[in-house]
Nanobody
Framework: QVQLVESGGGLVQAGGSLRLSCAAS????????MAWFRQAPGMEREYVGY????????NYADSVTGRFTISRDNAKNTVYLQMNGLKPEDTGVYYC?????????????????WGQGTQVTVSS
């Protein structure tokens, strides 16, 4: 069983930065593809980005490309989401997700493990 715990959310002004962390339990972290999703109030959960097992490959939604960066530290069982140039439309609950599947991408149903989420609020 994989447990994911996000942290680092908060309130920030537009243009500011935040770094979210997601700590994973267990010894199998390096075999997990990790992703971030977010959910704005009244909206469906949407894909933000993913990172490969080694960290060598990343992919991002168009809405965050150039502003957000995903990284991981397999020695610390942790994945990060660095968010720069935040906009009010980035407001939402951010979720960390994980899968053992070799091929996975941007769909929610491709990830079988989820954290509880952390709130990010960007004020204008």
């Amino acid at each position: 069983q994989v447990q994911l715990v996000e942290s680092g959310g908060g309130l920030v002004q537009a243009g500011g930065s935040l770094r979210l962390s997601c700590a994973a339990s267990g010894r199998t972290f390096s075999t997990l593809r990790m992703a971030w999703f977010r959910q704005a109030p009244g909206m469906e959960r949407e894909y933000v980005g993913y990172i490969s097992r080694s960290g060598g490959v990343t992919n991002y939604a168009d809405s965050v490309t150039g502003r957000f960066t995903i990284s991981r530290d397999n020695a610390k069982n942790t994945v990060y989401l660095q968010m720069n140039g935040l906009k009010p439309e980035d407001t939402g609950v951010y979720y960390c997700a994980a899968t053992f599947a070799i091929r996975s991408g941007t769909r929610l149903d491709e990830y079988e493990h989820w954290g509880q989420g952390t709130q990010v609020t960007v004020s204008s």
